[in-house]
T-cell receptor
Framework: AQTVTQSQPEMSVQEAETVTLSCTYDTSESDYYLFWYKQPPSRQMILVIRQEAYKQQNATENRFSVNFQKAAKSFSLKISDSQLGDAAMYFC??????????FGQGTRLTINP | KAGVTQTPRYLIKTRGQQVTLSCSPISGHRSVSWYQQTPGQGLQFLFE???????NKGNFPGRFSGRQFSNSRSEMNVSTLELGDSALYLCASSFGLADYEQFFGPGTRLTVL
């Protein structure tokens, strides 16, 4: 079964600095999607960024970018110029085809002003 | 476009009771997924419905059931509630079954006393 592991339960960063959240996954599939979701204290989960496994180029969305290492099964999220509004739980997730979305345990990110 | 709505937002029940939670997807979305979120187990997939048919099911006991109506609205039911069922129940909708992006609702906070 596919598993997603986030080894950092908590992270903190100074405002305007850069932080990287780690995620590893286990799969025998070659074609799949990877995601980072953000869950602010208000609880509404929103998609931050996605990566298709067949694409070698790392996805980027404004201040958010990923480092996708397919062979190593690693999918880290880099947040540049951290802002107070980035404070949230971040979940890494995996999905293969029409199968269920599998989430990691989450990383709580704190932004220090 | 209105987002995913879930009702009720908060619910308190006692052991042995049953509960029904409702989810209205984004207009035009035909796939609805349900997740249970707890501090100890994280986010766990319950089931996914597409065009009124259950397409995927997680590892939950038969006390957890769901359905989807012709207008894509979905309900999940938990019978014979246990203390361990206390959780945030999240609903997510997407246009298609294998679409990469799921849009989450705010969740229903269920407390079982």
């Amino acid at each position: 079964a596919q598993t997603v592991t986030q080894s950092q339960p908590e992270m903190s960063v100074q405002e305007a600095e850069t932080v990287t959240l780690s995620c590893t996954y286990d799969t025998s599939e070659s074609d799949y999607y990877l995601f980072w979701y953000k869950q602010p204290p208000s609880r509404q989960m929103i998609l931050v960024i996605r990566q298709e496994a067949y694409k070698q180029q790392n996805a980027t969305e404004n201040r958010f970018s990923v480092n996708f290492q397919k062979a190593a099964k690693s999918f880290s999220l880099k947040i540049s110029d951290s802002q107070l509004g980035d404070a949230a739980m971040y979940f890494c997730a995996y999905r293969q085809g029409a199968q269920k979305l599998v989430f990691g345990q989450g990383t709580r990110l704190t932004i220090n002003p | 476009k209105a987002g995913v709505t879930q009702t009720p937002r908060y619910l308190i029940k006692t052991r042995g009771q049953q509960v029904t939670l409702s989810c209205s997807p984004i207009s035009g979305h035909r796939s609805v997924s349900w997740y249970q979120q707890t501090p100890g187990q994280g986010l766990q997939f319950l089931f996914e419905y597409f065009s009124e048919t259950q397409r995927n099911k997680g590892n939950f006991p038969g006390r957890f059931s769901g359905r989807q109506f012709s207008n894509s609205r979905s309900e999940m039911n938990v019978s014979t509630l246990e203390l361990g069922d206390s959780a945030l129940y999240l609903c997510a909708s997407s246009f298609g079954l294998a679409d990469y992006e799921q849009f989450f609702g705010p969740g229903t906070r269920l407390t079982v006393l």
